[in-house]
């Protein structure tokens, strides 16, 4: 079932979404409705790098490196 729902936003930002969604041969719902599927599906990605560092906490540079040291090959 599709519910209706009610967004605002300034006058001239819908125009141009509805423009550029006209020229992708869609319609400004379906980019909603693909933006909305998207913002469920997406990861909390401040979290995951959280936890991440937490795993790499064990790992020591030794120090802070000048621009000519981090870009020796």
Do not use: C
Request: charged share 40%; glycine share 4%; aromatic share 10%.
């Amino acid at each position: 079932m599709i519910k209706n729902i009610t967004l605002s936003a300034p006058e001239e930002l819908i125009k141009q979404a509805r423009e550029k969604a006209a020229s992708e041969k869609t319609s400004l719902n379906e980019r909603f409705r693909e933006w909305l599927k998207s913002y469920i599906g997406s990861k909390d990605f401040s979290t995951e790098y959280r936890k991440i560092m937490k795993r790499l906490d064990y790992v020591n540079s030794g120090g802070k490196f000048t621009r000519e040291e981090m870009n020796e090959r």
